[in-house]
């Protein structure tokens, strides 16, 4: 067994052959993107929001490392993509010779990120949801004619700024967006997103926070 780090991750060229096979499967089907700019900026968010709450270096490698991986169940397909991607990020990491323990909060974090079958079960987990549910962002759509966009397009490219942010001492998880009402209405955000903020809202419950929500300056939640 040795210890696993980030590095070792994004060095693998087994996670990057399946990152980019998940994000050539989604785009085939009109999804978001998926691929390197998620997942690098779902690990750095993940481990940060485990660093403001004083979690020990570790763990921060942990989550990192799982928001790192946590899609690469899309490459089997994107039905159920958080159980195979489960399984698949347990046999990658110990077959790198990560501790079984270690690989199994990593397993348990990916299976759980899905918003359809998904809980908070965990801090890694919770982390992982939280920056996995707060990456709305119009870099994301890949579909370049407007007049095409569907409901998750327009909500996606409307967003022009958005952020997670952990605050150890008022003990508040805050999702900050800014959105271009132009492009989108507000209630479009929701009849999308709020079950994933429900999910939010429970990650944050179990870090010992209360989830807010910020839209254009404005606190909603």
């Known amino acids: 067994m040795q210890v696993v780090t ?14 980019e096979m998940s994000e050539k499967q989604l785009e085939s089907q009109g ?19 485990l660093t403001d ?5 570790r763990d921060v490698e942990l989550a990192k490392i799982a928001g790192y991986m946590h899609d690469i169940g899309n490459a089997v397909n994107r039905v159920d993509h958080a159980h195979s991607g489960a399984i698949l990020a347990y046999r990658i990491l ?3 010779g990560m501790e079984y323990s270690e690989a199994v909060e990593i397993m348990l974090a ?4 899905d918003e359809n079958t998904g809980a908070a079960v965990s801090n890694i987990s919770s982390a992982l949801i939280l920056a996995d549910k707060s990456d709305v962002h119009r870099s994301r759509v890949k579909n370049n004619d407007f ?14 700024n958005s952020s997670i942010k952990v605050e150890r001492d008022s003990k508040a998880a805050l999702l900050d ?22 999910m939010c809202r429970r990650a944050a419950d179990f870090l010992g926070l ?11 939640l």
């Open 6 to 19: 980030m590095e070792h991750v994004r060095e693998s060229r087994e996670i990057k052959m399946f990152l």
């Open 31 to 49: 999804y978001t993107e998926h691929s390197f700019r998620h997942v690098g900026l779902v690990s750095k968010n993940a481990g940060r929001v």
């Open 53 to 57: 709450l004083g979690y020990g270096e």
């Open 94 to 96: 110990t077959g790198m």
């Open 110 to 113: 990916i299976g759980n990120h």
């Open 147 to 160: 007049a095409t966009f569907d409901i998750h397009d327009r909500v996606n490219y409307a967003v022009d």
């Open 177 to 198: 967006l800014h959105i271009d009402t132009k492009i989108c209405p507000l209630m479009d955000y929701f009849e999308i997103f709020l079950t994933r903020m429900t």
């Open 210 to 220: 209360n989830f807010q929500l910020m839209i254009n300056g404005t606190r909603l």
